[in-house]
């Protein structure tokens, strides 16, 4: 019978695998390179199997290190998880947030449901609404948070990413050659008209609106449809359809941030950790640094 897998092992594992050096990762850990060796031979000794290779120049991960590197970080992610579970203060009171559609399916759902199972004594309550109800919702004292579009560069509240409004077309259906232009837009939008539609008239784009939606998924309906092309957030378009860029002659629409607007009424220790969890939940589309 086997001996199971310690956790302290995984994670001196993994700190070796991003390090590619026992020394570099014996120094991030705080011990001993003989002490990290003895480690990772004791977890290969336990396995049954060679996880790193000896190059010259430090280590490489064979190909079961490489099968063991998404388990190691899904047990560790877990036991993290749970110990700052555990060790939080129990928080209670009321959270009001509200959020785009855009993120509706996406980027929040993991983020709201992760802090109601860490505190089941909140009540949160989600608005999905667009960004100038939300805000107007902020200044009433309506909301708690709320993440917004900022395309006009207000500087107000944290900047989360930036996620560019693009012109989207189906793979299937290539409408965005059709003249004129068959377009998706939103009902009574100011944003599509000095936006989406005006990106559009500074080309000399023919176009036609074909869809007119309330929300973003009655536009993706219309994009899968065939019905039209249409501008989305890049980081919601849909499977089977692409971005337009300029090699197809379409302009970009605009760089809108997505800005963490907090209320000015009230705040609560509720409030700054959904915050902060929030924030976690968007760090996947931080754009790297250019170099």
């Not at 695998?17 to 480690?39: D, K, L, M, P, Y």
């Not at 990106?199 to 309330?214: H, K, M, T, V």
């Amino acid at each position: 019978m086997q001996e199971p897998l310690e956790s302290d092992l995984l994670r001196t594992f993994l700190v070796v695998a991003e390090t590619s050096n026992f020394s570099a990762a014996a120094q991030r850990i705080g011990r001993t390179q003989s002490a990290v060796s003895t480690q990772i031979k004791r977890l290969e000794a336990a396995i049954g199997e060679t996880l790193f290779e000896r190059v010259a120049r430090g280590v490489l991960l064979t190909r079961q290190g490489i099968q063991l590197v998404p388990y190691a970080r899904r047990v560790i992610d877990l036991l993290n998880e749970a110990a700052a579970t555990i060790r939080s203060k129990p928080l209670d009171g009321p959270v009001r947030i509200g959020i785009p559609e855009e993120y509706s399916q996406t980027v929040l759902p993991a983020a709201l449901a992760a802090f109601a199972v860490r505190h089941p004594a909140v009540e949160v309550t989600v608005s999905c609404d667009y960004t100038a109800r939300n805000i107007a919702a902020l200044e009433r004292d309506e909301l708690d948070l709320a993440v917004v579009f900022d395309w006009s560069d207000q500087r107000k509240g944290e900047v989360l990413c930036i996620d560019p409004t693009v012109w989207v077309t189906s793979l299937v259906h290539r409408l965005h050659d059709l003249d004129p232009l068959p377009v998706a837009t939103y009902r009574n939008s100011t944003w599509s008209r000095d936006f989406a539609l005006r990106s559009l008239e500074q080309i000399g784009r023919n176009y036609r609106i074909a869809f007119i939606a309330d929300t973003g998924s009655g536009l993706k309906n219309a994009l899968t449809a065939g019905l039209a092309v249409t501008t989305l957030s890049r980081s919601s378009i849909p499977p089977g359809c692409r971005e337009l860029t300029a090699e197809d002659g379409f302009p970009p629409v605009d760089s809108s941030k997505v800005v963490l607007r907090r209320s000015t009424f009230r705040s609560s220790e509720a409030v700054r950790e959904l915050a902060e969890m929030v924030r976690e939940a968007f760090q996947p589309m931080v754009a790297p640094p250019i170099a």
